[in-house]
């Protein structure tokens, strides 16, 4: 059997041991084969291999073909681990955020990032996405954000990415003719507003998610500066939620 050790570390490193290593690698040199073939190739006893071969099969590496009466166990192909490790890449990449959700509500986290022009703001957004936050809170006129990028990318990448994640936001908006039209939306974008006096001067949009404030400046400025501080979270979330309570409902 021409089993390499390189071949053999490369499967124990994919989560084989020493035994089912050689035993998948004796599958693949002898296609199909019955337990007893495996054995003698092996020098594994049969009483063993059955219940390695039971795991493997379970786990997609081999399967089991009935041919004439007889059980004979085929190795699947090696691109079996390539797909293996695209499915392990994938559901890492979506539990991801609930480590970064950890780091970010790390009290000692302290810090401060600014994201410049269009493409800060949407690398801004990605964060967002990426913190495993279920809410944010805005305090806004509500017309700022499309300062930076289209009505349509608001709508077709942030806003339809917020609702594929199932984040909810609620948000605290200067009354304006512009914001009653949008408000209309709240409850198919899991948003819920209330109003804030049209007279009211708030050019930065507050954003609030996690351990982290940020302000989004208008095009003036073009710049979203984010403060990570659970200190500074705590006591902009408390000033939010007092006026949240006496604002006005938007119906």
Not at 16 to 39: H, M, N, P
Not at 64 to 78: D, S, T
Not at 139 to 150: F, I
Request: a positive charge; charged letters at 25%; hydrophobic letters at 40%.
């Amino acid at each position: 059997m021409s089993s390499s050790k390189e071949l053999n570390r490369a499967l124990v490193a994919f989560g084989f041991d020493d035994k089912e290593a050689l035993l998948y690698l004796a599958g693949i040199e002898l296609g199909e084969a019955t337990v007893l073939e495996l054995s003698r190739l092996t020098k594994l006893p049969r009483t063993t291999l059955y219940l390695m071969l039971e795991s493997l099969c379970r786990r997609g590496y081999f399967r089991l073909k009935n041919l004439q009466g007889r059980k004979k166990f085929v190795a699947n192909p090696p691109d079996l681990f390539v797909k293996h490790l695209a499915d392990r890449q994938e559901k890492f990449r979506e539990i991801l955020p609930m480590f970064e959700a950890l780091k970010a509500n790390d009290p000692g986290s302290v810090g401060v990032t600014i994201y410049e022009g269009t493409e800060g703001f949407k690398q801004f957004w990605q964060q967002i996405f990426r913190s495993g936050v279920k809410e944010y809170c805005l305090l806004t006129t509500g017309v700022h954000m499309l300062d930076y990028v289209k009505e349509p990318y608001l709508m077709k990448h942030i806003i339809d990415e917020r609702l594929r994640r199932g984040i909810r936001s609620r948000q605290l908006v200067v009354e304006t003719a512009e914001s009653k039209k949008f408000v209309r939306r709240d409850s198919s974008e899991l948003r819920e507003s209330r109003f804030l006096p049209p007279n009211a001067q708030i050019p930065a949009t507050m954003l609030l998610f996690g351990n982290d404030v940020a302000f989004i400046t208008t095009r003036k400025e073009n710049s979203v500066i984010l403060v990570t501080s659970g200190d500074v979270s705590v006591t902009l979330r408390t000033m939010f939620e007092l006026l949240w309570s006496g604002a006005r409902l938007t119906v």
